[in-house]
């Protein structure tokens, strides 16, 4: 099992630029997140899903959209890049609440990708 | 609303000193409470959790939390700490339907001295 794997884990842009995150796993979790992950700011939620297409807005959504087509992967994109984006993003999964509530809320996370924008 | 407060931006201690790291949440109602460890350069890993039942719950690496519903707090203890527990952790919280929404705490640094 890779657990949850993100890609890509450097990545430079200049303002207005677009990309796309990708967050993959495998341990068939329902749930999906995106945060970001800013000093002193511990994590802030941007997006989530509870299922395969749907996604749901978190504390900091503005700027950021998301997709999840498949079950196992989850995208976050920035249309257009600017500096206030610049963090260290991190997926995570957890099983969700088809797991019951004692293994349902636990979150695994993925190693981050570090985005700069100039 | 709900949130998380981590009191200490950093914390160090003496190599097999005992540590305890605070936490309080607010929350409506009874909160899923979760610890988390992050290495440098390194995602987050899940310590112990919270969710109903006795108050002091043990955890990975010789961790333990006791839950205070009276003092809102989720203060996570080691009796004996090692130089490789040196790391940032957060104290979280699960609001939302099932609590699948996490709220984290800002973090607290924890070095480790010789």
């Known amino acids: 099992n890779a657990g949850v794997t993100q890609t890509p884990k450097f990545r430079v842009l200049k303002t207005g630029q677009s990309m796309t995150l990708l967050c993959a796993q495998d341990?068939?979790?329902?749930?999906m997140y995106w945060y970001r992950q800013d000093p002193g700011m511990g994590l802030r939620l941007i997006h989530y899903s509870v299922g395969e297409g749907t996604t749901a807005k978190g504390e900091v959504p503005d700027g950021y959209n998301v997709s999840r087509l498949k079950k196992q992967n989850f995208l976050l994109g920035l249309e257009s890049a600017a500096p206030s984006q610049t963090s260290v993003y991190f997926c995570?999964?957890?099983?969700?609440?088809?797991?019951?509530?004692?293994?349902?809320?636990?979150?695994?996370f993925g190693p981050g990708t570090r985005l700069t924008v100039l | 609303a709900q949130s998380v407060t981590q009191p200490d931006i950093h914390i160090t201690v003496s190599e097999g000193a005992s540590l305890e790291l605070r936490c309080n949440y607010s929350?409506?109602?009874?909160?899923?409470l979760f610890w988390y460890v992050q290495s440098p350069g390194q995602g987050l890993q899940l310590l112990l959790k919270?969710?109903?039942?006795?108050?002091l719950v043990q955890g990975i690496k010789g961790f333990e939390a006791e839950f205070k519903r009276s003092q809102s707090s989720f203060n996570l203890r080691k009796p004996s700490v090692h130089w490789s527990d040196a790391a940032e952790y957060f104290c979280a919280v699960g609001a939302g339907t099932g609590g699948f929404k996490t709220i984290f705490g800002a973090g607290t640094r924890l070095f480790v001295k010789a």
């Open positions: 929350y409506g109602a009874t909160p899923y």
């Open positions: 995570a999964s957890s099983p969700g609440v088809s797991a019951g509530l004692v293994k349902g809320n636990e979150q695994f």
């Open positions: 341990m068939n979790h329902e749930y």
């Open positions: 919270y969710f109903s039942g006795d108050t």
